[in-house]
């Protein structure tokens, strides 16, 4: 039986506007949560770190709801559902890259810091100029993580629109469409941040953590009952609707890929996988908006056991991205997911339409389903742009504004106004930037972010943690070197230019082989964080020790 063709019956106009109908009562419900929180953010620490009044699984939940972002729910799918077996590569690094969170970060940094990553940095270290590196490193890691949120919920909100090429929205072609959509939700997003701050945003991911939760096991459930849970029926499914094959089960159709007759293309292809491996497992320790949130539990007994609440949510959540993505294969099938996204973003509220058609009844089961989906899929983007946007607000008003420009004279009421002016100007350059990345998997975007994270961010906050000689020339060197590197590669590879699915596919300035830079950039972050240390002759093992019992034990933390 062909089970793909639940897919292919379309939406009349009537189930559409019901579609609509459900995913505005959402977004009405969510705003008036952060209406709400805004009335509770009376100070700095309130916007900041939500007063620091969650209790670890609070905390756990809210970071599920930070980490599990479009990428993991949209692009995950989207890939695996592609791509098979290769795509299931992003699953296991997201996962495994938070054990390297909660040994290395979690702890030390909610003991040894206040607000935000350059807390910790700047302790041991001149104030301004390593202020103003953390704060450009976690405007720039979040700009390119917000890209991926504003394509996935461009993707996403023109699903529910019906908008696919070839078609009109009011007017407008389907590319106007697209983009006039990815402008309004991030003006709806950048409006979550600026009215309600940490408490607003936590809350708003909590919610949206059950509902992701809830809805992905909802519909694992309702694929494998298809399949009379029989896993093997559901990949023979997966294979054969995918256009692929037995290719489809195995490595090797999205990375190293062997291509006969050309050695060095094999082995660009093949390094491209090491870089995309060490990009995932490395990223999520050096995440600006990830750090902020060990700052809103008010002791590190309580950071460690969020973490701990976070890897059972995220876990569980990857394991269903498995039976979403091949489920979508299977039942949608690769043409239909291309037909309307030609980088995969819609398969899961595809699957969705899908299920609902077969198990509650025609278009309007569909449509039911799709919207409740899309609404916690469109959840999932706003709660993490909020998180996004708001840490790196957070280091322009903090670390920058109040610490660089106005050397710590700046009042709370400043701070907190400057951070919302900042999170109108990010917001508005990611919306720009992500009109221009529509062809890409926001999985493989956030995969860009991890690495610039991990080649500016990490060095540094490892150096400053564990290396008793490292010092303000270091400092720098790390930051900027790692984050130049990254983005120079970045922009000088085939993401960019000179292929179809590139931001420009009609321009070609690119020299750099691979898509992820992590495998050049991560080591050339730390490689320049201990060339600046050592030409320095500036060394403090006073501070360094002092930060070192604080990092341990919690004492004199904020």
């Not at 990949?235 to 290719?247: F, H, I, R, T, V």
């Not at 039911?368 to 957070?394: K, N, Q, R």
């Not at 990611?430 to 961010?457: D, P, R």
């Not at 420009?504 to 691979?514: I, V």
Request: aromatic share 10%; with cysteine.
């Amino acid at each position: 039986m062909q089970s793909h063709t639940f897919a292919a019956e379309a939406s009349t106009s009537g189930s559409r506007g019901l579609t609509i109908t459900l995913f505005l009562v959402f977004v009405a419900i969510t705003l008036a949560i952060t209406i709400w929180a805004s009335r509770q953010t009376k100070t700095a620490t309130d916007f900041y770190a939500g007063g620091r009044q969650f209790s670890g699984f609070q905390n756990g939940m809210a970071i599920g709801g930070d980490y599990m972002s479009a990428a993991s729910f949209l692009g995950i799918a989207g890939i695996i559902a592609l791509y098979g077996y290769d795509g299931f590569l992003y699953s296991i690094g997201f996962l495994v890259a938070w054990l390297v969170a909660l040994l290395l970060v979690a702890e030390f940094l909610r003991n040894s810091g206040r607000f935000t990553m350059a807390d910790v940095l700047a302790f041991r270290m001149r104030q301004r100029p390593v202020r103003t590196a953390a704060s450009v490193s976690t405007i720039v890691v979040s700009i390119f993580y917000l890209i991926a949120q504003m394509v996935g919920a461009g993707a996403l909100v023109s699903l529910l629109l019906g908008i696919k090429p070839g078609t009109t929205f009011l007017g407008m072609d389907a590319d106007t469409a697209k983009v006039a959509t990815i402008i309004l939700v991030g003006a709806l997003m950048i409006v979550y941040v600026v009215v309600g701050g940490m408490k607003g945003t936590t809350y708003v991911q909590i919610v949206k953590a059950i509902m992701l939760m809830t809805g992905a096991l909802l519909m694992t459930i309702l694929v494998l009952a298809h399949y009379k849970f029989n896993l093997s029926s559901l990949l023979g499914d997966a294979a054969a609707q995918s256009g692929k094959g037995a290719k489809f089960l195995e490595p090797g159709l999205r990375y190293g890929v062997e291509t006969a007759g050309d050695a060095t293309k094999t082995f660009y292809s093949k390094m491209d996988l090491v870089s995309l491996g060490i990009a995932l497992v490395l990223g999520t320790a050096g995440l600006p908006h990830i750090l902020t949130r060990f700052y809103t539990v008010p002791t590190s007994r309580i950071a460690r056991k969020s973490v701990l609440w976070a890897i059972g949510i995220i876990g569980t959540f990857y394991l269903f991205t498995l039976a979403l993505g091949f489920g979508a294969a299977a039942m949608v099938g690769g043409k239909a997911i291309t037909a309307q996204d030609k980088a995969g973003n819609t398969a899961a509220p595809q699957l969705a339409q899908a299920l609902g058609i077969k198990y509650f009844g025609g278009d309007t089961g569909g449509s039911i389903l799709l919207a409740v989906i899309a609404a916690v899929a469109f959840a999932t983007i706003l709660a993490v742009v909020a998180g996004l946007t708001l840490a790196s607000s957070s280091s322009v008003a903090h670390d920058f504004y109040a610490s660089v420009i106005k050397k710590g004279a700046a009042s709370e009421r400043d701070e907190v106004r400057v951070a919302r002016i900042a999170a109108l100007v990010i917001g508005a350059v990611a919306i720009a930037l992500s009109i221009y990345a529509q062809s890409l998997n926001v999985a493989f975007l956030v995969a860009l972010a991890f690495a610039v994270a991990a080649s500016g961010n990490l060095p540094a906050i490892i150096y400053s943690l564990f290396w008793r000689r490292f010092n303000t020339s270091g400092a720098l060197w790390a930051i900027y070197g790692g984050l130049i590197s990254a983005v120079v590669l970045v922009f000088f590879s085939p993401v960019v230019s000179g292929t179809a699915t590139a931001m420009f596919p009609n321009d070609d300035w690119h020299w750099f082989p691979l898509n992820n830079p992590g495998i050049i950039s991560i080591p050339i972050g730390f490689l320049c964080g201990w060339i600046g240390t050592v030409i320095s002759k500036e060394d403090d093992s006073d501070k360094f020790a002092e930060l070192e019992v604080r990092a341990l034990t919690g004492h004199g933390a904020h």
